[in-house]
Every structure is written in C-alpha cells, then in structure tokens.
C-alpha cells in the first residue's frame, strides 16, 4: 500500500506521527463506454455552453447557483482562504463511548500506520483507546475538505473513520409506519424464533459477491472466444411466494421449519440462502452479497 498522508495526531500535548492509508477498495469491475456499432471509445470534451469552445481543465472554476439564480464563481484561492484544520495534524476533540456513534454516520475508513522510529506514542493511544472502550472524535483534513472523523482501534491498528455531519443525515418520517398496527405476541414470539434459529457468529470471509463473480466468468468466457459473448444457458426461476403474507405465523412457522431443516441437513456446514434469478430480460443490477457454505 502507499500512504495518501503524513502528519501527526494531537493527542494533549503526546504528538503521534502516523501514515495514513486507504482502508477499503472496492471489487466492481469497470467499463467504459463504446459505440454499440463499431466499439469506438467515447469520449466527452468540456465545452463552454457560451462560447462554445472546448475548456481545458486548468481553466474550470467552482460556481454557486443560489435559488434566485445568481451565481456566484470561486476560484482555488478563494478556497485556499477557507478555514481548515492543520493540513498536517489530527486534533482529537474528543473521547466518547463507542456505542454512541450511530453507525449510519460512517463514511470512509482509513489505516495508520506509525511514522516514528518509537512507536511507543502511538501504541499507548491504541491502547487506551481499546482498554477504555472509547473512540476519539477527531478533525481530519484531506484533499482541502475538513472532515469530522472517529478514530478507532482495529486489531491493534488506529483507524480512522470519517464521518457524516449530523445535517447529512435525512430524518425518516413514514405515515405508513405512525399508521401500523403493533405485532401480536403470537407473531412475534415466531419471529424471535426465528431470528433464533438462522443466528451465527458474524463471518464476512463467508460471503461473496456473487454479481461480480458471474460477471467475471461472464468476460473470461467471452475473452476466450476473441471478444464474442457467450450467452449463458436460460436460469430457471424458483417460484416464490406473493412478497405480501397474509398469514405472518404460518409464514413464520415455515421460515423456522426450513432454517432448521437446513441446518440439520448440512451438518455444521452452513447454509446459504436462496438465490433469486433474475427476469430473462430485466436490466442487470448488482445483486446483494450472497453467503457461501
């Protein structure tokens, strides 16, 4: 990995030099767009709609558009003077419980990595950060953005974490919720049994994306023939129930009966859950994660 980063965390007057690395990546395979007709790459110039010539990026400023239509154009100086938190610093603000940071507010994550021949600074603030169960609320600043971010302790690493401005959230205000009826205990005795009978330990190495995988067949196949596709035998549908259950304890009934007739059948292998096939002719969308067995 190569760090995006370098700077220190103001933990008191403890200075903790660190790294910082890009945690996460994602695994989607990309495209770029051709002619359908001949596959000729496509390709977008920036034109000015007043002028009509095509703008080279170095000359492309910000602009605001506020509600009446004035527009307001910035420049990077005018950024520049925007205040920020030292470009080369992470002030810890804050220690808070772990468990009141709502994890709809997490954004990106990020590894550090100590930046010292010591690591004595950094090892002491990973380890009172775990043996306190606290998480610190820091001031992150990358790429010219602020961010307010927590800072966190993975498997011995300091990670951080950026996070959501508590405004970024949207509030989830439903009538078809304030209007429901409340479950009967029956129902939701059946549930609770359920939610019983299908519960695990948490292992993410046990699922796989299985959109991606099918893809990745799909391209080596046509690879193979020197770029022709190959189209795929038909997928048989499962018939599957109305998505609408009248009878939620008879519904229920027949969840717990075949979660533990699966679990009884494989052993202590785990079973996997049906996988839907998608409609002959539907457009393709990328399928939810799928666990292995």
């Known amino acids: 990995m190569r760090s995006i980063w370098k700077g220190s965390i103001a933990f008191g007057l403890v200075n903790v030099p660190v790294k910082v690395y890009t945690a996460t990546e994602d695994h989607d395979i990309r495209f770029h767009q051709v002619h359908?007709?001949?596959?000729?790459?496509?390709?977008?110039?920036?034109?000015?709609?007043?002028?009509?010539?095509?703008?080279?990026?170095?000359?492309?400023?910000?602009?605001?558009?506020?509600?009446?239509?004035t527009q307001v154009i910035l420049t990077d100086e005018d950024f520049d003077e925007l205040p920020a938190a030292e470009k080369h610093e992470i002030p810890v603000?804050?220690?808070?419980?772990?468990?009141?940071?709502?994890?709809i507010l997490f954004e990106k994550s990020y590894y550090l990595e100590p930046d010292s021949a010591s690591p004595k600074a950094y090892q002491l603030l990973?380890?009172?950060?775990?043996?306190?169960?606290?998480?610190?609320?820091?001031h992150f600043t990358l790429r010219q953005r602020t961010r307010l971010a927590a800072l966190r302790v993975r498997d011995g690493v300091l990670v951080i974490q950026t996070l959501l401005w508590p405004d970024e959230v949207r509030a989830a205000e439903f009538e078809t919720l304030d209007k429901a009826a409340a479950p009967s205990d029956k129902e939701l005795a059946m549930a609770k049994s359920l939610v019983e009978s299908m519960s695990e330990d948490f292992e993410p190495e046990s699922y796989t994306d299985e959109y991606?995988?099918?893809?990745?067949?799909?391209?080596?196949?046509?690879?193979?023939?020197?770029?022709?596709?190959?189209?795929?035998?038909?997928?048989?549908?499962?018939?599957?129930?109305?998505?609408?259950?009248?009878?939620?304890?008879?519904a229920l009934q027949r969840s717990v009966d075949a979660a533990k007739s699966g679990k009884s059948g494989e052993g202590s292998a785990k079973a996997a859950p049906a996988k839907k096939a998608p409609a002959k002719k539907a457009a393709a969308k990328k399928a939810p994660a799928r666990k292995t067995g």
Do not use: H, W
């Open 93 to 103: 603000l804050q220690f808070v419980p772990s468990e009141q940071i709502d994890p």
């Open 212 to 250: 991606q995988i099918q893809l990745q067949k799909m391209l080596d196949e046509a690879i193979k023939n020197g770029g022709k596709k190959v189209t795929p035998p038909e997928a048989v549908v499962a018939a599957k129930e109305d998505a609408e259950v009248v009878d939620l304890v008879a």
């Open 36 to 69: 359908g007709a001949d596959g000729g790459r496509i390709k977008y110039n920036r034109v000015c709609q007043e002028c009509g010539k095509t703008i080279q990026f170095a000359d492309i400023d910000k602009a605001y558009s506020s509600e009446d239509g």
């Open 126 to 138: 990973a380890s009172t950060l775990t043996e306190s169960d606290r998480t610190a609320l820091v």
